[in-house]
C-alpha cells in the first residue's frame, strides 16, 4: 500500500522557538495533503489542507500565522508550527491520497509528537 | 468540528469474543472510513464502505452503513488480544479528501 513518512517522530522545544514537521509520500504523488492534531485521548482534529503549489486552506479556528503550511512538491508538505508554546504540544498527524477521486482512501502518516515546554 | 460520534467509548471484552462499535454522523456523507490507532501510533485504515454501500467485509471485519439513520457499525470477530488498540471511523463528504472523525472507541481484548 501507499506509504506517508513523517519526520521528526517526535520533537521537545523551548517556549518561542518553531518547530517544523515534514510529511512525505513515498510511493506516490499527492497534490493534496492533509494535517490533522489530536490532543491525548481525543480524536483527530482537521487543521488544514495542503494544496501542492497554492496557498493551504484552513479550518475554521486554525491560525494561518501560527500553523505555516508549504506544499512545495508533490511529495512533500510542511507544517511549521511557529513561535510554539506549551499549549501547542500536540501529536501532528499528516495524510494524503494517491487518487483523486473523494472516496480514496486516506493513507496516513505515522504521526509528530511535539512538547513544547 | 467533529460531527461523528462513537460508541461506546471504552469497550472491554476477552480473546475470541466479538466487538461491536458504532458510530453516527450528522451531515450526508460520501463514504464512511474505519480507521485503528495504536497507542501514540498513526492510523491503519481499516475499510472504506461507500454511501450507496450498505454491508462490507473485510477479514474478521465487517462494516455496516445505514444511511437513514445515519449510522454505521463496525464488527470485530474472533477478537484477538492484538486488536487492542483505538477505533475512529471517519466521514468523507463532498471536499476532495477530507475526513471528520469521531470521537473514538477504545477497545480492550484480555488475554
Known amino acids: 500500500g501507499a506509504v506517508v513518512s513523517q519526520h521528526p517522530s517526535w520533537v521537545i522545544c523551548k517556549s518561542g522557538t518553531s518547530v517544523k514537521i515534514e510529511c512525505r509520500s513515498l510511493d506516490f504523488q499527492a497534490t493534496t495533503m492533509f494535517w490533522y492534531r489530536q490532543f491525548p485521548k481525543q480524536s483527530l482534529m482537521l487543521m488544514a489542507t495542503?494544496?501542492?503549489?497554492?496557498?493551504?486552506?484552513?479550518e475554521q479556528g486554525v491560525e494561518k500565522d501560527k500553523f505555516l503550511i508549504n506544499h512545495a512538491s508533490l511529495t512533500l508538505s510542511t507544517l511549521t508550527v511557529t513561535s510554539a508554546h506549551p499549549e501547542d504540544s500536540s501529536f501532528y498527524i499528516c495524510s494524503a491520497n494517491p487518487g483523486t477521486r473523494s472516496t480514496d482512501t486516506q493513507y496516513f502518516g505515522p504521526g509528530t509528537r511535539l512538547t513544547v515546554l | 468540528s467533529q460531527q461523528g460520534e462513537e460508541d461506546p467509548q471504552a469497550l472491554s471484552i476477552q480473546e475470541g469474543e466479538n466487538a461491536t462499535m458504532n458510530c453516527s454522523y450528522k451531515t450526508s456523507i460520501n463514504n464512511l472510513q474505519w480507521y485503528r490507532q495504536n497507542s501514540g501510533r498513526g492510523l491503519v485504515h481499516l475499510i472504506l464502505?461507500?454511501?450507496?454501500?450498505r454491508e462490507k467485509h473485510s477479514g474478521r471485519l465487517r462494516v455496516t452503513l445505514d444511511t437513514s439513520k445515519k449510522s454505521s457499525s463496525l464488527l470485530i470477530t474472533a477478537s484477538r488480544a492484538a486488536d487492542t488498540a483505538s477505533y475512529f471511523c471517519?466521514?468523507?463528504?463532498?471536499?476532495?479528501?477530507?475526513?471528520?472523525f469521531g470521537q473514538g472507541t477504545i477497545l480492550t481484548v484480555h488475554p
Open positions: 464502505i461507500r454511501s450507496n454501500e
Open positions: 471517519a466521514t468523507g463528504g463532498t471536499s476532495y479528501g477530507k475526513l471528520t
Open positions: 495542503s494544496n501542492e503549489g497554492s496557498k493551504a486552506t484552513y
